[in-house]
C-alpha cells in the first residue's frame, strides 16, 4: 500500500512538473519558450548571429563581448546608486557622456553595430548590450553558453568617469575598484579569460585588430601562458590612450600585451590562480561562465529578471588542443611569481608569424591603398 502511495504520489509529481514547464509559442511560429517574454531573445539571437556575427567568433562578436563589461561595471557599493546602476545599458544610452571617459576608448564600434536593434526589437539596453554579449562569445571555440536573465530598466541617468578601470593603473587600484562593484581578484582572473578572443584597435597606433594572444579565434588557456612570458617593452600609445605592454617575443607576431594583464598575472593576490588557468581549458571555461553570471546582472534585482537562458545559443565545442608556446618562445622565457609546478608543454613549429602590413608598412589593412 505504501509502495501504490509513493509511486501516486510520483506521478502526480511530474504531471504537476510537467504543467509548470508547459511551453509558449512564440510569435514568430518558430520557436518556443519556457516564457513569453524570452520569445524576443529567440529571434534576436537569430538577427544577431546571422547579420551582426555570421555565426563566427570574429570581431564583432569580440566587440560585443567587451561592451558586457564596460556597461556593467559602472556601479559602486560605497558611492552608491548615484554612481551608476551597473548593467544597465547608460553605456549605450549616455553613450555622448560614457564614451568621453578614456577607458571606454572603442567601444563605440559595438554600440554603433547594436544599438538600432533597440528600434527594431522590443528590448531594453541593457539587456540588448548583455544579450548579444552572450550570443557572440557562443561562436567561439572553447567559450560556456552564458545565461543570460532578461528585463533589466533602461538607465535612467550615466554613470560616473572612474569606474572603468584603465590597464595602466596601479594593480591594487584595480583590485579595489573590482571589489567595490563586487568582485574579488580571482574573479577578475577569470573574467580575463575574455581576453582570449579579445583585440584592441586603439591602444596601439596604427594597428588594428590586434590580438592579446596568438589564438584570437578560439576561447582557449593561450593568454593565460602568453602573458606570463618575459621580455616586456612599452609601447608609445596612441595620442591620449592607455600605454600597452608587449613583449619583445611576440611583438613579431603582431600581439600586444595589456599592463593590466601582466601585473595581474605577477601579484600575490593573483599569480597562482592565473597560473593555474594555464593548459586548464576546463577551469578556465567555468570561471569565466561564473564571473559573467555575475557581471550581467551587476546593479539588478535578479528577483525581477527572467530566465531566458535558453535563448542563448549552444557553445561552440572546444578545439582539443593543449596550450602551447607560440613559435620562436619558449619556456626560458616564463616570468613566475608562483612556486606551483608549471606544466610542460610544447613549442608550436615553425617561424614567429608576423600580422601583415600595407606596402607602405601601415597595419590597418582597411587603408592600404588600391
Known amino acids: 500500500m505504501v509502495f501504490k502511495l509513493s509511486v501516486g504520489l510520483l506521478a502526480l ?20 519558450a519556457s516564457n513569453e517574454a524570452c520569445c ?24 560585443a563581448l567587451r561592451l558586457t563589461f564596460h556597461d556593467a561595471i559602472a556601479f559602486s557599493f560605497m558611492g552608491g546608486p548615484s554612481m551608476g546602476t551597473g548593467a544597465d545599458g547608460s553605456i549605450m544610452l549616455f553613450e555622448d557622456i560614457e564614451l568621453m571617459n578614456p577607458a571606454n576608448n572603442g567601444v563605440d564600434d559595438a554600440i554603433d553595430a547594436l544599438k538600432p536593434l533597440l528600434m527594431q526589437f522590443n528590448v531594453t539596453a541593457g539587456d540588448l548590450i548583455q544579450f548579444a554579449g552572450a550570443v557572440g562569445v557562443s561562436n567561439c571555440p572553447g567559450a560556456p553558453r552564458l545565461e543570460f536573465l532578461a528585463g533589466r ?11 572603468v578601470p584603465l590597464p595602466e593603473e596601479n594593480v591594487n587600484d584595480i583590485f579595489a575598484r573590482m571589489e567595490d562593484a563586487g568582485f574579488s581578484p580571482t574573479e577578475l ?12 584597435d586603439t591602444l596601439i597606433n596604427d594597428r588594428q585588430a590586434v590580438p592579446f594572444d596568438s589564438t584570437p579565434f578560439t576561447f582557449d588557456t593561450q593568454v593565460f601562458l602568453e602573458v606570463l612570458l618575459k621580455g616586456n617593452e612599452t609601447l ?23 599592463q593590466s594583464d601582466f601585473a595581474i598575472a605577477q601579484s600575490p593576490q593573483t599569480a597562482c590562480f592565473w ?17 559573467m553570471a555575475k557581471l550581467a546582472v551587476v546593479g539588478q534585482d535578479t528577483s525581477k529578471l527572467i530566465d531566458c537562458s535558453e535563448a542563448v545559443p549552444m557553445a561552440v565545442p572546444a578545439v582539443s588542443k593543449p596550450a602551447t608556446f607560440p613559435a620562436g618562445t619558449g619556456p626560458e622565457l616564463l616570468m613566475l611569481a608562483c612556486n606551483s609546478p608549471f ?3 610544447a613549442t608550436d613549429p615553425g617561424v614567429p608569424t608576423t600580422i601583415p602590413e600595407c606596402p607602405d608598412g601601415d597595419t590597418n589593412l582597411n587603408d592600404c591603398p588600391s
Open 13 to 32: 509529481a511530474t504531471a504537476v512538473s510537467a504543467a509548470n514547464y508547459k511551453r509558449v509559442a512564440c510569435p514568430d511560429g518558430v520557436h518556443t
Open 40 to 63: 524576443v531573445f529567440f529571434e534576436l539571437a537569430d538577427f544577431l548571429q546571422t547579420n551582426n556575427f555570421n555565426s563566427t567568433c570574429g570581431e564583432d562578436a569580440h566587440e
Open 153 to 163: 530598466p533602461n538607465a535612467t541617468f550615466p554613470a560616473v568617469t572612474g569606474l
Open 189 to 200: 582572473v577569470s573574467l580575463l579569460a575574455s581576453h582570449t578572443v579579445a583585440r584592441s
Open 236 to 258: 608609445p600609445p596612441a595620442s591620449g590612450e592607455a600605454d600597452a605592454q608587449v613583449p619583445n617575443a611576440l611583438a613579431a607576431q603582431g600581439e600586444m600585451r595589456l
Open 275 to 291: 597560473q593555474s588557468m594555464v593548459n586548464n581549458q576546463a577551469a578556465v571555461t567555468q570561471g569565466f561562465h561564473d564571473a
Open 343 to 345: 606544466p610542460a608543454l
